[in-house]
């Protein structure tokens, strides 16, 4: 039997934000890895997933880049979301533009097709929420985005349901460089659990607090430590910007934090596999979007 050979390279996620590329990245890798949210600019740290591909004769790795949504940045936050996006898109082996054909305004989409244009990677496009999406509009949409961009290959996948999926991973692995694998093959994400973890009880914040969280909301990592019995023992902060806001996160007699906490504990449990006690603390900080520390510890660069 002939050994396979290894490939290895690195796939920038690129899109709006909510186009679905948290969702199709948890896709590709079988798990999930990123957090997704009806709530647009959700992704704030830069997220790998890892996804592996065997076919007849290639082991393949693709390294995933599930960067946050690109808009035009005003604050400092926003700004560093952004160029945190084009950072991971800087050594790829192919960029994937991800657009949501139902939501997504055309014009909104030009300085991202501008900037696309003359990069030298291969170039796919990816229309999303085919399970949702009207066909003729869908591929009028496919016609005038390829006219701007040179695509090398257009994919219709429902990222929520997979179809279509299996059929685009085959086109990135035959895309992807003969090289070594960079991560064990058991490893789906590099993000530290500690970072993973605070994800996860932001994705909570934003699916039980829905409209009324404030926006300039955030979770800090406090403590994370094993206990004997191998259990895993987290404490986090939520920071707000104002006092105010306080009520809405603690709930009536505390029950919206408590469901907010359950609710993460299970997910968390279930990811890292072992019991964790999560403990949430609220916090008041006016200033925590200037903060430098804040933005390192959330897996942001500090930009200027
Ligand atoms: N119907 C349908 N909904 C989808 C599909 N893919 C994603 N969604 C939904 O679209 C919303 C946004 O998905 P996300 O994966 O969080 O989007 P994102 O691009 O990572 O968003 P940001 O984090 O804001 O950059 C969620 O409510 C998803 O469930 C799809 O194929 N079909």
Redesign the pocket.
Known sequence: MTEKISKCGVVAVL????????????QLVGQKV??????????RARMLGIALHESDDAKTQMILV????IFAPRRRLDRAMVSAAWEGAESADAVLL?V?P?KQRRHELEPLLESLKDRPERKILVL?????AKKEPLLALAQDLSQKVDFAEIYF?????G?GVPEMKNALAALMPEGVWHYPEDQVSDASERLLATEITREQLYQQLHEELPYDSAVRPEQYKQRPDGSLEIHQQIVIARESQRPIVLGKGGSRIKAIGEAARKDLSEILGVTVHLFLHVKVDEKWAENKEVFEEIGLDWVR
């Not at 599930?66 to 949504?69: A, E």
């Not at 999303?128 to 949702?132: A, F, M």
């Open positions: 899109g709006a934000p909510n186009a679905g590329k948290s969702t199709l990245v948890n990123a957090i997704t949210s009806a709530k647009a600019q959700t992704t599930d960067t946050p949504g991800l949501d139902v999303n929420k085919v399970d949702v996948v429902s990222a929520l349901t179809d």
